[in-house]
């Protein structure tokens, strides 16, 4: 078996590599070669850091990677490990990962990174086998249409030099950085005078929202409030709350439920 960077293989190989390696997976994320592309591209995965490994002219696993600078620190994302069901244990997925972190080196990067689902115990020993850590549990969580009541906060569009000037930060995930979120939308909490805090969201065409970022030192149950009573018809999905994160208990505390669990992992270079 051999391991080839992806661009030099063709996307249609990246593409099977995918969505045969995922064929089993817990979460639906086979696709075709658009949401591919679209996908790589939202979630700044990059051909050049990523690798395909053939077994002859078949291409039986990919990583996808990304290396991008997240506060001060550059940063190198593993956006997805995938092994063709009848090729696992037999070295491929240590191949991919070896592969990636000389890669990282290579590029300078300070911090490897990823994200796995939490009940996926034969991939997070593989990382742990090369020195990632589980550093936060990650919460996909889910509340359903409804105001919670009045509040006399509200919220302001603001762009990302402003969120960037004005909004304490707390830690997320990759896939919860601005420059990951597509249709991305920055918002204040203010009360007219003071700030209370901010937010990041998406909207679609039948007014789901989904919640990637809820930034604020003190008054996070206000700033959900606010949300919910600016769009009291829209279910609201919060993704990749880390467990750490004050968020993640002023979601649970307002009835977010947890639909899926993933483990943060990182691993110093």
Same mark, same amino acid.
């Given at each position: 078996?051999?391991? =080839?960077?992806?661009?030099?293989c063709?996307f249609?190989?990246?593409l099977?590599s995918?969505?045969?390696g %995922?064929?089993?997976y817990s979460?639906?994320?086979?696709?075709?070669?658009?949401?591919f592309?679209?996908m790589? $591209?939202? #979630?700044?995965?990059s051909?050049?850091? $990523?690798?395909?490994v053939?077994?002859?002219?078949?291409p039986?696993g990919?990583?996808?990677? !990304?290396?991008?600078?997240i506060?001060?620190?550059?940063?190198?994302?593993?956006?997805?490990?995938?092994v063709?069901?009848s090729?696992?244990k037999?070295?491929?997925?240590?191949?991919l990962?070896? $592969? $990636?972190?000389s890669?990282y +080196?290579?590029?300078?990067?300070?911090?490897a990174?990823? *994200?796995?689902?939490?009940?996926n115990?034969?991939?997070?020993?593989?990382?742990e086998?090369y !020195?990632? #850590?589980?550093?936060?549990?990650?919460?996909i =969580?889910?509340s359903?249409? !409804?105001?919670?009541?009045e509040t006399l906060s509200?919220l302001e569009?603001?762009d990302e030099?402003?969120?960037?000037?004005?909004?304490t930060k707390? *830690?997320?995930p990759?896939?919860?950085?601005? %420059?990951?979120? *597509?249709?991305?939308?920055?918002?204040?909490?203010?009360?007219?005078?003071a700030t209370?805090g &901010?937010?990041?969201?998406?909207?679609?065409?039948?007014?789901k929202?989904?919640? %990637?970022?809820m930034?604020s030192?003190n008054?996070?149950?206000e700033?959900? /409030?606010t949300l919910?009573?600016s769009?009291?018809d829209?279910i609201?999905?919060? %993704?990749?709350?880390? +467990?750490?994160?004050?968020a993640?208990?002023v979601l649970k505390?307002? &009835?977010?439920?947890t639909?899926l669990?993933?483990?943060w992992?990182? /691993?110093?270079?």
């Amino acid at each position: 078996m051999k391991v =080839m960077s992806m661009k030099d293989c063709s996307f249609e190989d990246a593409l099977t590599s995918w969505n045969e390696g %995922f064929q089993d997976y817990s979460v639906q994320i086979q696709m075709d070669l658009d949401g591919f592309l679209k996908m790589m $591209s939202s #979630k700044r995965l990059s051909p050049a850091y $990523s690798f395909i490994v053939y077994d002859g002219d078949q291409p039986v696993g990919i990583v996808l990677n !990304g290396i991008q600078e997240i506060v001060g620190t550059k940063t190198a994302y593993n956006g997805g490990t995938a092994v063709h069901p009848s090729y696992r244990k037999r070295g491929v997925g240590r191949l991919l990962v070896h $592969s $990636s972190l000389s890669m990282y +080196e290579k590029e300078n990067a300070s911090l490897a990174t990823l *994200e796995a689902i939490s009940d996926n115990q034969s991939a997070i020993a593989l990382y742990e086998t090369y !020195g990632y #850590k589980v550093v936060d549990h990650l919460h996909i =969580m889910r509340s359903p249409a !409804g105001n919670i009541g009045e509040t006399l906060s509200h919220l302001e569009s603001i762009d990302e030099r402003i969120w960037n000037e004005q909004i304490t930060k707390g *830690e997320y995930p990759w896939q919860n950085q601005p %420059f990951s979120i *597509e249709g991305k939308e920055f918002y204040k909490v203010t009360d007219g005078v003071a700030t209370l805090g &901010g937010l990041i969201f998406t909207r679609n065409d039948s007014g789901k929202i989904t919640l %990637f970022q809820m930034q604020s030192k003190n008054k996070g149950e206000e700033c959900l /409030k606010t949300l919910r009573s600016s769009y009291p018809d829209a279910i609201i999905t919060a %993704f990749n709350i880390p +467990e750490s994160n004050p968020a993640y208990e002023v979601l649970k505390q307002g &009835g977010f439920e947890t639909q899926l669990q993933q483990v943060w992992m990182k /691993k110093v270079l």
